[in-house]
């Protein structure tokens, strides 16, 4: 792990296994519980979801094997999990101990579904003896064992942090999540009131004259049914030889929506938050009362609740995300560094000296010849292939049917032979790129082995036994190689799928709730006997995944509320609503957040591109002054000089001495194209420039300086140290020559100097943005010491300097 190992000293860590990975706390050893063991019980927790799936009684009429090979299932499954409790109790010990089985919450659940599975075994022979009936609604018992799922999901939950980090990312998390639900619960509990308050008990009809209000068929309402109105300005009104009239019938006959109480109000209102059916209730509250109300009161409705609430849903569980992973990256640390590049660098040296190298991934490692490996990297292949595969795509598009009795053969005759056409051509493109590439070199982008599957399919599918069946499928997934027809949306593809670990685990984790929904589900209503949505498996699953995606849930609500008593009827509602309310506000959601996150860096590398091109054009919008612009007009043909052993009058960065070496000349520091001016003046130019003279070796000469002179050199040497660091605008401290009361006259002149260059210079602090950023090797970067803990905001941070820089100038 790349986080803080000290953090973690006195925490318990989430395992896979739960309480397993704290036995080696208790000084027992970590081969109690083998890796096979594990695997094993894994694999057993998978066959008992299987199971319980398959334990339905309209399955059981299908095949009537499955009655025994689940039983017998359930059967090896209980006694192996009930094993490794009684094994864990003796180790860890029942209730006594820090470490004791009822103390941790995995033990807790594992023995819960123990309990169950106990339950489940019982009954199923009950069930063999016929002491139980069929269809009965003992069934329910079974409803909690699907979730032995999560023993199985339970491995990829794996991460090494510790247990207080893991309470604070889920109490921050909460937060929010309580926050908006609460927001939420104030809406509907509002428009519950107000829909109780504007509208009430609709139960007027129209019906023939004559009619028993606690008696009505179908002969006697009108066609289609329709609400009315007893007030003479407002609603609809019945037509002659009928009359509005108030029905007293049972909400199984009626409907379940209403304004009746607040509980039927609340059950409306989140019905029509969801858009399903709201537009039959607003003509239904506008045919019996004032048409204002109704419009007014749904128009508002669907925009806070269906369109703010949940929107304020999506931006919730998209900052929540977001947070996780900041808490996940500060423990496990940053991402890496923005790379504008797609293509990889590497360092290479020789003779020379280093260059940076770009790998290319499409090198001919084959034994084609170089001519060829050359065309396979050219504009013109990539060209011929993609027309061909546009070709394609439009004579797949031709294909159309006509009724005139004539069979399907006939129409695909001549597109057979086309077809054979573009396999051949698709398969010499594939054996051309292994000659090329090599098999490993081909093999090693994901696009090649998405060609070499579609080849290999294709091939199949122009076998006249396999034509026009389902290996057409591959013929159809070639229009996908169009998308690198757009190198725009070949890149937009690539940040939603490319980092496909997310998603598909996002993916995976939709399947796995459908499936213990479904299973939850069909073990809850499957002893309804009329009733086919969950009289199995499959129709389960289809009715879960029609609430998931919100069309038609309310009827699958409905028609299970009707099929069950009046006392169960709001059970199944609240069930049903909970589950619609997670799937579509939570669940959808985290789909946006992981896109999200998936496009961050690419706005990280747009913020980079805006700051350059900031810089860039800060440069170039420069005005010069006027003394200046008359140097524009002159021809660039500019004259250089050589300046030899001139004082540093020039501000030199903070570079590498190597870096030096290139550009500055190795000389004596005492060469003879200088002289000596005085050897008694205290003078700090002790030595007058003179011509260069180019001599076969460098002469020694000594220096007899006296005292005096070497202390006013040194002094001056030190007071220039010192005003070219405040030039430079180097943030190190200044020492001071000498402590306490006492202070030399050079000391005073240093700080004299000092004050005085403070004040000259203030002006050329604003150099220290350009130099400070300078390390010893050249990389940018800044003193502070946290800048350092951040590499993914390093460039950003360097380039908002540059611009400031580009801007002050």
């Known amino acids: 792990m790349l986080g803080r190992k000290q953090s973690m000293k006195g925490d318990e860590?989430?395992?896979?296994?739960?309480?397993?990975?704290?036995?080696?706390?208790?000084?027992?050893?970590?081969?109690?519980?083998?890796?096979?063991?594990?695997?094993?019980?894994?694999?057993?927790?998978?066959?008992?979801?299987?199971?319980?799936?398959?334990?339905?009684?309209?399955?059981?009429?299908?095949y009537e094997y499955l009655f025994y090979a689940t039983f017998i299932v359930d059967t090896i499954v209980t006694i192996l999990f009930t094993i490794e409790m009684i094994v864990k109790m003796y180790i860890r010990g029942f209730l006594m101990g820090a470490f004791s089985y009822l103390k941790d919450r995995w033990c807790q659940f594992d023995a819960a579904m123990v309990f169950f599975l106990w339950i489940s075994v019982i009954l199923q022979v009950f069930e063999m003896l016929q002491v139980v009936p069929k269809f009965s609604y003992l069934s329910i018992l079974r409803a909690p064992r699907p979730l032995i799922m999560i023993r199985f999901i339970r491995v990829f939950l794996k991460f090494s942090m510790p247990k207080s980090r893991i309470n604070q990312i889920f109490k921050r998390s909460s937060q929010q999540i309580y926050n908006v639900t609460l927001f939420f619960l104030f809406f509907m509990s509002l428009y519950g009131l107000l829909g109780v308050q504007f509208f009430g008990e609709m139960s007027n009809h129209c019906v023939v004259n004559g009619t028993d209000p606690k008696n009505v068929t179908l002969d006697d309402l009108?066609?289609?049914?329709?609400?009315?109105?007893?007030?003479?300005?407002?609603?609809?009104?019945?037509?002659?030889?009928?009359?509005?009239m108030e029905l007293e019938l049972p909400k199984s006959i009626s409907g379940f929506n209403g304004f009746d109480d607040f509980a039927h109000s609340f059950f409306t209102v989140y019905q029509a938050a969801s858009q399903e059916g709201w537009a039959l209730l607003m003509y239904k509250a506008m045919d019996s009362l004032p048409a204002w109300r109704a419009i007014c009161y749904f128009t508002t409705m669907i925009f806070f609740l269906?369109?703010?609430?949940?929107?304020?849903?999506?931006?919730?569980?998209?900052?929540?995300?977001?947070?996780?992973?900041?808490?996940?990256?500060?423990?496990?640390?940053?991402?890496?560094?923005?790379?504008?590049?797609?293509?990889?660098?590497?360092?290479?040296g020789d003779d020379s000296g280093w260059k940076l190298i770009t790998v290319d991934e499409n090198k001919g490692r084959g034994k084609a010849p170089h001519c060829l490996q050359v065309f396979l990297q050219s504009a013109v292949f990539q060209v011929i292939v993609m027309m061909v595969n546009v070709a394609n795509a439009i004579v797949g598009a031709s294909i159309k049917y006509e009724h005139d009795g004539r069979p399907r053969e006939e129409f695909f005759k001549h597109y057979y032979l086309a077809e054979v056409g573009f396999t051949i051509f698709f398969n010499l493109e594939v054996l051309f790129k292994i000659w090329c590439l090599g098999f490993h070199g081909y093999y090693r982008r994901s696009l090649h082995k998405f060609e070499l599957l579609l080849a290999i399919g294709t091939t199949i599918h122009i076998i006249p036994d396999f034509y026009m069946r389902e290996m057409s499928s591959f013929q159809v997934l070639r229009i996908v190689r169009l998308i690198k027809a757009s190198p725009v949306l070949e890149d937009f593809v690539y940040k939603i799928f490319g980092p496909g670990k997310k998603l598909g685990s996002l993916i995976i984790f939709t399947m796995c709730l459908l499936v213990i929904t479904s299973s939850i589900s069909m073990q809850l209503f499957c002893s309804l006997g009329d009733f086919n949505k969950f009289e199995a498996f499959p129709e389960a699953f289809m009715s879960m995944f029609q609430i998931l995606t919100q069309e038609g849930w309310g009827e699958v609500m409905n028609e299970t509320m009707l099929r069950t008593s009046r006392t169960i009827g709001p059970l199944v509602a609240i069930y049903f609503i909970l589950y619609?309310?997670?799937?579509?506000?939570?669940?959808?959601?985290?789909?946006?957040?992981?896109?999200?996150?998936?496009?961050?860096l690419d706005e990280d590398i747009k913020k980079v591109k805006q700051l350059k091109a900031r810089e860039q054009s800060a440069g170039i919008k420069e005005g010069l002054?006027?003394?200046?612009?008359l140097f524009e007009r002159f021809p660039d043909s500019p004259q250089m000089s050589r300046l030899n052993k001139v004082p540093s009058e020039f501000i030199v960065p903070k570079v590498r001495e190597s870096f030096m070496r290139q550009f500055v000349e190795d000389q004596a520091e005492e060469s003879p194209t200088m002289k000596k001016l005085s050897e008694n003046e205290d003078n700090l130019v002790t030595f007058r420039k003179t011509r260069p003279l180019k001599l076969m070796a460098s002469p020694c000469k000594v220096r007899n300086t006296t005292n005096i002179l070497r202390k006013t050199s040194v002094t001056n040497i030190v007071i220039d140290s010192n005003n070219q660091r405040l030039l430079v605008g180097d943030s190190g401290q200044i020492p001071v020559l000498g402590k306490g009361p006492k202070q030399t006259q050079s000391q005073k002149t240093i700080r004299l100097d000092r004050r005085s260059m403070r004040r000259s210079m203030r002006g050329s602090i604003k150099i220290k943005q350009t130099y400070d950023h300078l390390r010893e090797n050249g990389d940018g970067g800044t003193l502070n010491p946290t800048a350092s803990r951040s590499p993914h905001d390093f460039d950003i941070k360097l380039l908002q300097q540059k611009r400031q820089q580009a801007e002050m100038k």
């Open 306 to 348: 269906a369109w703010l609430v949940k929107n304020v849903f999506i931006a919730v569980i998209t900052e929540t995300f977001n947070e996780i992973r900041v808490q996940f990256q500060q423990m496990w640390g940053e991402r890496g560094t923005i790379q504008t590049q797609s293509t990889a660098q590497v360092l290479k």
């Open 222 to 244: 009108a066609i289609p049914d329709t609400y009315c109105s007893n007030i003479p300005d407002a609603g609809y009104h019945c037509p002659d030889g009928m009359v509005c």
């Open 580 to 600: 619609h309310l997670f799937v579509t506000l939570i669940v959808l959601s985290l789909f946006v957040a992981v896109i999200l996150d998936n496009l961050e």
């Open 625 to 629: 002054p006027l003394r200046l612009l």
């Open 13 to 62: 860590v989430l395992a896979d296994y739960g309480a397993g990975e704290t036995l080696t706390q208790l000084g027992i050893s970590g081969d109690v519980e083998w890796l096979w063991v594990r695997r094993l019980l894994r694999l057993f927790a998978l066959l008992s979801l299987v199971s319980v799936s398959l334990n339905t009684t309209r399955t059981f009429e299908r």
